[in-house]
């Protein structure tokens, strides 16, 4: 296992994240893992043994399950909590009150002490927006955010599912009026679907964002279940819960070059997957969403694939994006300048 830096902080995370949103299975989220806590115990022992210091959760998992059998599993197995690196979320609706969900004062403010009660911890390490609140001033979630970093409950912020410019507006803001900035974007990435090298991946790299990712495997379309003919898929989880969005033929192709460089490297599809990830420098973890030991077993060797300069080529050539405008024209206009 590596440790990476996350953004532009000292903190060191392991370039592989345990994900949560399989434990418990309360609600609509049956659909993702109805893990029970013995399950969750043996998946969060199986990756700290690997070298895993990274596990992130939300407060909607499971309507705040989640969030209680990690904390438990943690102190089930009696990990030394100084040694992990904890990330949840918050946005989402957690009551019917309309003042149950987003991103003003009084929500966050109230969520991070239901999430600490239900972790059972004193801090939180990455307190992540889950998403943007377009009903909420930006500022004024920022000033919240930053009010929880001074307070000690909260060690590091982050930012999920922003655009590009939401995120820009965010990092001038915290820089401008010296407030916390977001550390890292958790964010969905994978070789089925590249949107985020259009705008995003270049607003990270230019701040000094950590990249989390999430559904690497594109909702399991890339775990090596599927075919182009459909077979070998039932019971898998896209079966009941279609998401992320794909454009399949364009994925297909991508499983089609995988499956044979799984035969070549004596490896899986998933594997694979999980490790061009690895080997792209904007990534600085990658969030593994196991229902089974086997599943994590398989994920945890990504970190041992080594790709040569004309594999990662064929995968790059296989899903790279179309031509899109400005991209396009700014390769064009830019050209000169790169010589």
């Known amino acids: 296992m590596k440790y ?105 403010l109230h969520e991070v002490d239901a999430s600490l009660k239900r972790l059972g911890m004193d801090f939180i390490d990455l307190y992540q927006i889950h998403g943007y609140d377009e009903l909420t001033p930006l500022e004024e979630t920022l000033d919240v955010l930053d009010g929880l970093v001074k307070s000690g409950k909260v060690r590091y912020i982050g930012c999920s599912n922003l655009a590009a410019w939401q995120i820009m507006k965010a990092m001038a803001h915290s820089t401008h009026h010296r407030k916390a900035k977001f550390a890292s974007l958790q964010a969905y990435y994978t070789l089925a679907g590249r949107d985020l090298e259009r705008e995003v991946v270049p607003v990270l790299k230019d701040q000094g964002l950590g990249l989390m990712v999430w559904s690497p495997l594109a909702g399991g379309l890339l775990s090596g279940k599927y075919t ?85 080529l064929k995968l790059d050539e296989v899903s790279k994006l179309p031509p899109e405008y400005p991209g396009w024209m700014l390769g064009f206009q830019g050209a000169d300048r790169k010589k």
């Open 4 to 108: 990476k830096l996350l953004g532009n902080t000292g903190l060191k995370v392991s370039e592989l994240c345990l994900g949560t949103m399989t434990f418990g299975g309360k609600g609509r989220w049956t659909a993702i893992g109805t893990l029970g806590q013995q399950a969750v115990d043996d998946l969060v022992r199986r990756s700290v043994e690997a070298g895993v210091n990274f596990i992130d959760t939300a407060n909607v998992y499971s309507e705040g399950l989640s969030e209680e059998m990690t904390g438990k599993a943690v102190r089930n197995l009696g990990l030394k909590r100084e040694e992990l690196v904890i990330a949840t979320k918050v946005r989402g609706k957690m009551t019917e009150d309309p003042n149950g969900a987003g991103l003003t004062r009084k929500h966050i």
């Open 228 to 312: 182009r003919s459909g077979e070998g898929a039932v019971g898998s989880r896209r079966d009941t819960f279609d998401f992320p969005p794909v454009n399949r033929d364009r994925a297909f192709d991508v499983v089609e070059v995988l499956q044979q460089m799984a035969k070549e490297k004596q490896s899986t599809v998933a594997r694979l997957a999980l490790a061009w990830l690895l080997h792209q420098p904007v990534v600085s973890t990658v969030i593994l969403g196991a229902n089974t030991m086997e599943q994590l077993n398989d994920n945890l060797k990504a970190t041992e694939v080594e790709f040569t300069q004309a594999e990662l």
